[in-house]
């Protein structure tokens, strides 16, 4: 297949919005797909067995009352980061590098965010009161407690969704008239033809839209800060040993997004792969992601390394013993795990080569994403199987459901992202185009 | 559907609560359906609407003073090895829901125990026999009366001859009254006494040297210096409650500096007595008795040759004579129930030396009732295996599981042509026997019985029995072919010591729930024999065997008890099963951890058991407790091992020359504490001297506004110098707020619901370690960060200072348990309480909710409590007086380490305690200002660690 | 390419959107409403009972006074129903074979209970006490209705959380005298407020009420 040129848009065309109508690999697309509906099913399953008797299913206990539920609930929302930081920041700094990533990016946020959104409700002891979570007026007059990070949480997660899924529609808007233009079958036509609200790019079209998409990721960037530090208080605002600090937000933050870096860096490593993108997703993008985890990468570590230092310099004897406890206790393989899977590959991307290879950039982003979440594992469970009191101290290791939700939550993340991939446009083409058409987006050899 | 003895609320009763269905029999089904009424309409059978409290069902004839939904006291007793533990007993329209230590009892005082707190689910048990069986079908006790009137006749001709009456320990006048009816009708009957932790080598002992049996009495509240060897003074047992009560008033006399308190103790294996102690000794069973002689020969008693002592053994006897040679007439020296009657008599003769005798020891005519030959179980079973009993009649006692190991009872029990047996359960020995006569719970019988003093207790019903049982005294009757009503039987006793004034007397007695004034009068005894010569014991290096009885099931009778099972032990904190302590020594010798399966062997027997290593436990002692290994028909109790298997006839609690290896495997044992260190953490604080205080931290500054205590404003002091570890007061709590069991698995799995826990310490050394107890209830913190916590408000402040948890908005989080630093929060995991069978729903208390699945529960301070005492004296127009709100726990502790009032009332005991210089929050750096205080130990150091010696 | 929208497809898409946000926001509105009808509260639902008791003729004709029957207002948590013989105190006298009043008689006769279907039902999880109510001067009447004016027993209130925590944040409006309580007819005391004003609180002052205490939550949830 030919470089695109600014002579042929076409090629963009055909590479990006003719997926949706005539898909390359249907075949493996899918398996794929059957894949995630299994792992769909075995989440529903655990939920439903959940429910049905008690959290007792769970391998929680007096001490340790949350376990990977909520360790994954602030993963997901960490992963869900990368995607409205990439574009958000990058389009309002008006570079366009972006915008081979973004569209994809979005989705992925999108999707984590409601795999995120989910554990906290079937976390809960009596999962069906979910809504007395929510402000509204009501028979008992009672409303939630503002006090708790939980309350927030709520408001947090809300808005995050609405916002980041605003976003990527406004964003894909355009992409969809245009394979809805290309589109032959009948119900093909009407499916984008709705989607994409009477599209016509007429200039007015172009004008609001360019608005509406500013002005989303205006409110889209404070949120991505603010969402995982509220996240980060259901930890610091806890009075126990190894929570109650106040690195915790930022350090939440950067952590999120480096997760979600890794994990984009390996979708996109994929996504270029199978749908032959080479030449959209260029090594430039590659290129940038590596830069990007390299970052909050080393930012991350100076918040591991910071909380090491706060707690031997401020010598509390109950700080001192969760320490000692992450580094020598019973679950110090999260701890060494999380160090050593986040930190140790990350340093081959001081090299351009590593960067720029997909595969290495994809094993790296790998172990990134196990290593962030044994970190959250690590805070969570190491913290409060032993706290003050020697006589409470206990354990805690997950059971088989609480797995299965897990591995089922991967599918109710891969299931949507599958449909997007098959059914939308991957990749925002109408801005690769105005890429080319500007001449930043270079020729292949 | 009408609630009243109709077959269609039989058949729906028999289907869907079959624990009843044997009680639908004849007689009881009106009084099981009287006591049932209300619980059953709460539990909604078929046919009603929805709504649990849809019907409403009012008395046709309202009982004279009964209101429905307003608490009646009754006083009464239960009973412990036949000896009364004297009660006050909470019922709601009939039914109990919660049992009291009576205050007004002139022993007791109210003190109680576990036993006495757990004896209400006792009641309720559904694995109770509930209705007579014959040849293990159901029967009529109409075929019974018949059998045994035909029986009757027979024995008459013959005098008696071959029938044989067993019963457990007897202190009721009316039983031991009825007993010497029988005997006189029936010469040549034979009555024996089978109670397996009755203290019969101390009766031997006072034998010995007064020339007559006499029972010991501990007045530990003038003893300033206590010397016990082995000697379990504040223990588990009947003698608990009472002996903890007195050592109490000394130690509070002592902590405001009025004379000694000074405990010095040597045992082979902790016990609470020496947990408390302040110089305990290390040492053998028989380095025990050797350290009896060795005092004995100090003071000149006898001139038998020295036995060799250890260094440590010979430094701490220099302590405890010097500290008799002080305190002489207000020192005591006690040895253990466990050791041979030789020993207990040297225990005695130390006493009369040291000017004991009616100072701190004081003796009174033995309380229970004795057969002629006191000891004379093992020559009924020899009896039975000649084939000279045709009639054996058990009374309340299990001589299957819990006679000594060299008897062979079940053998002889086939031997004897008629075997009857009553009691409350269907156990090894009803398994055994021809009838199995369920028997009277002590809270729904007439009877009476002796607390340790002497003093009568009569037992009055609380409710009409729901089951189709008997009492002891018709029972008793029965075999001699009468039919007696148990009330007539009771009345006719004290007509006989009445006479006139009988009515009075009897109406008082029910009343008060005692006899005034029937107390043993103290005897003033004279030694007619001195010369008493310890055996020569078997000199073996090897291990010795340490029996004793299980603090949490004593002998077994409480093995369905779910309350007990699941009461976590005082010192190790197992559950649900019995464990064999071996020392860290023995363990590190032979590398066994705690779980690994051990086999204990002697002679042809053995046993099978968990591991547990013990800190402070003597190197080569193995410890192990009975009342484990049932077998029940139901299946329960079946955890752990039955230690009677190793005891025998002359050796009861000490065997020598027993075996332990590891079998290979490892087993989860269910504890609610694995770890004991305080690993350098000061949770329990320890002051050197009464006056002394304890080191307080800079108040630390806090982002929360400082909260205005408004009056009242509820808090609670814990004296740690006070408390003995002994679960009173969790099993207290349990019984009050309706706290489920959880069983084994869940308890194993962290899951366990107490709100409260006695924290148990040990810290290195692990040969002699410092012990410490330490009860955590909710702290009901001023700055509580659960409340901050909540996303929903369901646990808050209230303006009188609670930290209230509110079951019906809780949605399960559990974030309130997360930010709590000392873990007091309790989760229902699963639905705990949906599938109780009806009995359980019966005994409920329906001042405390019953909570559902997924939602949080804690301590509350009993809040029930709280607002009862608050309506009464709105009503009134008054402020609550202090002490009119007792929590569940104060009530029960035997030491009244537990105190609770407004803490802005100056003249409160409350607020009094906490001005102590003891006075410390526990955890204070999480700067949670908690309202529940603690009160630091007292650990003076002896003059030879202060180096004056 | 043919069209496949028409030029009214933007205005209809509108439509449809519109329409979404209207019918949710109009469920949730309904939805409300159903949960605070007497649907729901039962307010003023009659019950089948086994003998059709009539509040009207013994409260409000005969003028037997409320503690007749239901004896432990005063003393204790629950009011109490009657037992049999109570109402048999009269009825062995008077309608002595009346039909409807059968089931009494077969109670006495048989011993059994009347099984009566509650009217006035507390939530659950909720401790209410009455007798601390009635020491208070709270009228039978607030909670209970106009019973004498009922032939057949209804719920007068919702006994909903917020219907309790309107009396227990502002008590004195609703307090009279403790004298008074089983009065069923204030109509002239509210007409004529002159005649009682701040007798509400001077209650409150005299056994010192705090209406901010009154709203602790275990008040009633224990």
Known sequence: ?445 | MSVTGSDELARILAAEHPALAPALDGVARRSLLKAMAASLALAGLPGCDWRPDDDAMPYVNTPENVQPGRAKWYASAVTLNGIAQPILGKTYTGRPVKLEGNPDHPLTRGAGDVFLQAALLGLYDPERSQAPRHLGRPASWAAFDAAMQANARALDQVQGEGFRLLTGAVTSPTLARQIGDLTRRWPKARWHVLEPTREDQRIAAAQLIFGKSLDLHFQLDQAETIVSFDDDLLGPGPRQGVQARLWAERRRAFQAGQGGSRLLVAEPTPSLTGIRADRRLVASPRAVADLVQALALSLGIHDAPAPTLSATAQEWLGAVSRELSEKRGRSLVSVGPWYPPEVQALGLLINEKIGAFSKTLRLIAPIQALPPDDRSFAALVADMEAGRVNTLAVLDANPVYAAPADLVVRAAMDKVPLRLHAGLYHDETAALCHWNLPLEHDLETWSDARALDGTVSLLQPLVRPFYSVRSRHTLLGNFAGGSPEARTVVQDTWRQTWGSDFDARWRDALYSGFIAGSAEPFVTPTVTNRTVIAPPRPLSQALTLAIRPDPTLWDGRFATNAWLQELPKPITKVTWENVIAVSPALAEANGWKNGDQLRLSLEQRAIQGTAWIVPGQERDTVAVTCGYGRDLESGAGQGGYNAFALTATQEPWHRSGIALQAIGDSETVATTEPVHAMDGFDFVRRVAAPGASVAKESKAESFYPERKPDSPAWGMSIDLDLCIGCNACVTACDAENNVPMVGKDLVAHGRSMHWLRVDHYAEDPDEEPSFAFQPVPCMHCEQAPCEMGCPVNATVHSSDGLNLQVYNRCIGTRTCSAYCPYKVRRFNWFDFTGNDPEPIRAMRNPDVTVRQRGVMEKCTYCVQRIRAARITADIETRDVRDGEVVTACQQACPTQAIVFGNILDPQAAVTQRKANARDYALLEEANTKPRTTYLARIEPLDPVERGEG | ?222
Not at chain 1, 151 to 170: G, N, P, R
Not at chain 3, 118 to 147: M, W
Not at chain 3, 203 to 216: F, P
């Open chain 3, 1 to 222: 390419m043919p069209q496949i929208f028409t030029a009214s497809a933007d205005t209809r898409l509108r439509a449809v959107l519109f329409g979404i946000v209207f019918a949710v926001i109009v469920g949730m509105l309904f939805l409300g409403d159903i949960l605070s009808s007497t649907y729901s509260t039962r307010v003023g639902w009659v019950r089948d009972q086994p003998v059709p008791f009539s509040h009207k003729h013994h409260v409000g004709e005969l003028g037997i006074d409320c503690r007749y029957c239901h004896a432990g207002v005063e003393i204790g948590a629950e009011a109490t129903l009657p037992a049999t013989h109570v109402c048999m105190t009269c009825h062995s006298q008077i309608w002595t074979n009346a039909a409807m009043l059968a089931p009494v008689r077969e109670s006495l006769a048989q011993n059994k209970p009347l099984l009566w279907h509650r009217v006035a039902r507390l939530p659950d999880y909720v401790y209410f006490n009455h007798s601390i109510h009635v020491a208070r001067g709270v009228p039978c009447v607030t909670c209970h209705g106009r019973i004498d004016e009922m032939p057949l027993t209804v719920q007068a209130q919702t006994f909903q959380m917020q219907w309790c925590l309107d009396c227990h944040r502002n008590p004195a409006p609703r307090l009279r005298p403790a004298d008074q309580v089983t009065r069923m007819d204030w109509s002239d005391w509210d007409h004529h407020p002159e005649r009682h004003d701040g007798f509400g609180e001077a209650v409150m002052q005299a056994h010192h009420i705090d209406s901010t205490k009154l709203i602790d939550c275990d008040v009633c949830h224990r």
């Open chain 1, 1 to 445: 297949m030919s470089a695109p040129s600014p002579e042929n848009y076409a090629v963009v065309t055909r590479e990006v919005d003719t997926i949706p109508i005539a898909y390359p690999h249907p075949v493996i697309w899918a398996i794929c797909f059957g894949a995630a509906l299994v792992l769909f099913t075995l989440f529903l399953i655990g939920v439903g067995a959940t429910f049905r008797y008690g959290i007792g299913m769970w391998g929680n206990d007096i001490p340790v009352g949350w376990g990977i539920a909520i360790s994954n609930y602030i993963w997901f929302l960490g992963i869900g980061h990368a995607g409205t930081l990439i574009s958000a920041l990058l389009l309002l700094t008006g570079t366009s590098r972006r915008n081979a990533l973004s569209r994809f990016a979005e989705a992925m946020t999108l999707f984590a965010v409601i795999c995120a959104g989910l554990y906290p409700l079937i976390h809960l002891g009596r999962p069906w009161l979910f809504y007395w979570m929510a402000p509204y007026p009501n028979s008992m007059t009672i409303e939630p407690q503002f006090r708790s990070p939980l309350a927030w949480d709520f408001f947090a997660v809300l808005t995050y969704l609405t916002v980041s899924a605003l976003f990527w529609y406004i964003g894909i808007i355009p992409d969809l008239a245009a394979v809805r233009d290309r589109a032959r079958k009948r119900w093909q036509q009407v499916f984008y033809g709705l989607l994409s609200l009477g599209w016509r790019g007429s200039a007015r079209h172009w004008a609001r839209w360019d608005e509406a998409y500013r002005l989303t990721a205006v409110i889209a960037i404070p949120l991505v800060v603010s969402v995982h530090s509220e996240i980060s208080l259901l930890f610091a605002a806890g009075p126990i040993p190894g929570w109650t600090s106040t690195v915790f937000p930022p350090y939440f933050v950067l952590g999120a997004a480096f997760s979600g870096f890794a994990v984009v860096s390996m979708i996109s490593v994929i996504l270029r792969h199978a749908l032959k993108l080479g030449d959209l997703v260029t090594e430039r993008h590659l290129d940038l992601l590596g830069k990007l985890l390299l970052a909050t990468g080393l930012m991350t570590a100076y918040g591991y390394w910071s909380e090491v230092f706060d707690t031997l310099y401020g010598g509390d004897s109950q700080e001192l013993a969760t320490l000692h406890d992450r580094i020598a206790g019973e679950y110090a393989w999260s701890y060494w795990g999380a160090l050593i899977a986040n930190f140790v590959p990350l340093q081959l991307l001081w090299w351009k080569r590593f960067r720029v290879n997909p595969w290495s950039l994809f094993l790296i982003g790998l172990a990134v994403a196990i290593g962030m979440w044994l970190e959250r594992y690590m805070l969570l469970v190491v913290t409060l199987y032993r706290d003050y009191l020697v006589s409470s101290w206990g354990h805690y290791h997950p059971s088989v459901w609480e797995w299965m939700i897990f591995v089922g939550m991967i599918g109710v993340f891969l299931a949507p992202f599958l449909l997007f991939v098959r059914f939308l446009p991957v990749i925002s083409a109408f801005e690769v185009k105005a890429a080319i058409f500007k001449g930043e987006e270079p020729r292949h050899a």
